[in-house]
């Protein structure tokens, strides 16, 4: 069973900082896309951010540029997430999730495997 894990995830004031990990178990990360997402309440599921599968190719969404940054380590087979300067709104589950390809878009069915998501609070 392919299975993906996010952790890292917390509570944090305005302005601060998390990293979020995916790690993965029974099957290698580097034959993959990496997508990280986040669904707030009451809202949709949105992407964050992807990366290709040899870390090449990033794409952010606007809301998220120049604070977070997505990097993988495919020895570790882990992908991450440095979030800086977050904010309120940051507020969410994030999940990350496995394709081939980053594309050109988050679309959630372009997706195959997906993690259970990691709580992440941004409040004073």
């Known amino acids: 069973q392919l299975q993906l894990v996010e952790s890292g995830g917390g509570l944090v004031q305005p302005g601060g900082s998390l990293r979020l990990s995916c790690a993965a178990s029974?099957?290698?990360?580097?034959?993959?896309?990496i997508g990280w997402f986040r669904q707030a309440p009451g809202k949709e599921r949105e992407g964050v951010s992807c990366i290709s599968s040899s870390a090449s190719s990033t794409n952010y969404a606007d809301s998220v540029k120049g604070r977070f940054t997505i990097s993988r380590d495919n020895a570790k087979n882990t992908v991450y997430l440095q979030m800086n300067s977050l904010k309120p709104e940051d507020t969410a589950v994030y999940y990350c999730a496995a394709r081939r390809f980053c594309g050109g878009s988050y679309l959630l069915y372009e997706y195959d495997y997906w993690g259970q998501g990691t709580q992440v609070t941004v409040s004073s």
């Open positions: 029974a099957f290698t990360l580097d034959y993959y896309a």
